[in-house]
């Protein structure tokens, strides 16, 4: 328990002996000044890619392995 006391007050202690405060973070009011640009939003349906498929039968994995070997040599 001291040893936890001691570590929160030693960064407070340490904290206080900053040389400048943290610069504000706050949002500009005026965002239509602003010179960012910013894309059109375009709308994407999520399904977009979507293929069907349906349920096979296993097939043996040596004649589907085979056709997807490239022809030649391997070495």
Not at 36 to 50: E, I, K, M, N, T
Not at 55 to 73: F, H, K, L
Request: charged share 15%; with cysteine.
């Amino acid at each position: 328990m001291k040893q936890l006391f001691f570590v929160a007050a030693l960064s407070l202690l340490a904290s206080g002996c900053a040389a400048t405060l943290p610069p504000d973070v706050i949002a500009s009011g005026d965002l239509a000044a602003s010179q960012s640009q910013v894309r059109p939003l375009r709308y994407a349906s999520p399904v977009s890619g979507y293929t069907h498929r349906v349920p096979v039968d296993p097939q043996p994995w040596r004649n589907r392995n085979d056709a997807q070997t490239p022809e030649g040599d391997a070495s």
